[in-house]
T-cell receptor, first 111, second 113 residues
Framework: GEDVEQSLFLSVREGDSSVINCTYTDSSSTYLYWYKQEPGAGLQLLTYIFSNMDMKQDQRLTVLLNKKDKHLSLRIADTQTGDSAIYFC???????????FGAGTRLAVHP | DGGITQSPKYLFRKEGQNVTLSCEQNLNHDAMYWYRQDPGQGLRLIYYSQIVNDFQKGDIAEGYSVSREKKESFPLTVTSAQKNPTAFYLCASSGQAANTEAFFGQGTRLTVV
């Protein structure tokens, strides 16, 4: 089956870079996603990467995918207090966009 | 504006009662989903529907029921058979293609009292 793992908590100083990691055990899916959840709210798509890509950059966000090690990371440059949230990696499974989610990493940004 | 709306935001239920959570979308999406979120865990899929009048069980369907009579609506009923219903429930919708974005509602927090 498929499983996604994430570390649960990350604390960074404002202005530093944040790196959130995600590992998975097995998947044949085509896309991998990063979602952001602010307190008491739903999830919002941040970015996604196609499985045949190694890297995708979108402004302050950089996604790295290592298929050999089954490892995905999200780097946030110049982290701001507004970036404080829970970040979920998710793996698309099936043609109807069924998503399998990691446990989520809570990012805390302090002055 | 297009979007997906869940109601109510907070819901309290007595033990032994059924409750229904509402989810409505005006994005013209074919697929809709219900997820359950518990602290320290990822989202777990309860039910999903790819098209009107059709739905499938997800990973934790026991104690839940759904209907999909209209494209824009996908209500979730939490029945008395669900032994641990207190959680945050999220509804989502998406198009049919594999890489289309899933849009989420703001969630309903259900508490059993």
């Amino acid at each position: 089956g498929e499983d996604v793992e994430q570390s649960l908590f990350l604390s960074v100083r404002e202005g530093d870079s944040s790196v959130i990691n995600c590992t998975y055990t097995d998947s044949s899916s085509t896309y991998l996603y990063w979602y952001k959840q602010e307190p008491g709210a739903g999830l919002q798509l941040l970015t996604y990467i196609f499985s045949n890509m190694d890297m995708k950059q979108d402004q302050r966000l950089t996604v790295l995918l290592n298929k050999k090690d089954k490892h995905l990371s999200l780097r946030i440059a110049d982290t701001q207090t507004g970036d404080s949230a829970i970040y979920f990696c998710a793996w698309g499974a099936g043609g109807y966009n069924k998503l399998i989610f990691g446990a989520g990493t809570r990012l805390a940004v302090h002055p | 504006d297009g979007g997906i709306t869940q109601s109510p935001k907070y819901l309290f239920r007595k033990e032994g009662q059924n409750v229904t959570l509402s989810c409505e979308q005006n994005l013209n999406h074919d697929a809709m989903y219900w997820y359950r979120q518990d602290p320290g865990q990822g989202l777990r899929l309860i039910y999903y529907s790819q098209i009107v009048n059709d739905f499938q069980k997800g990973d934790i369907a026991e104690g839940y029921s759904v209907s999909r009579e209209k494209k824009e609506s996908f209500p979730l009923t939490v029945t008395s058979a669900q032994k641990n219903p207190t959680a945050f429930y999220l509804c989502a919708s998406s198009g049919q293609a594999a890489n289309t974005e899933a849009f989420f509602g703001q969630g309903t927090r259900l508490t059993v009292v």
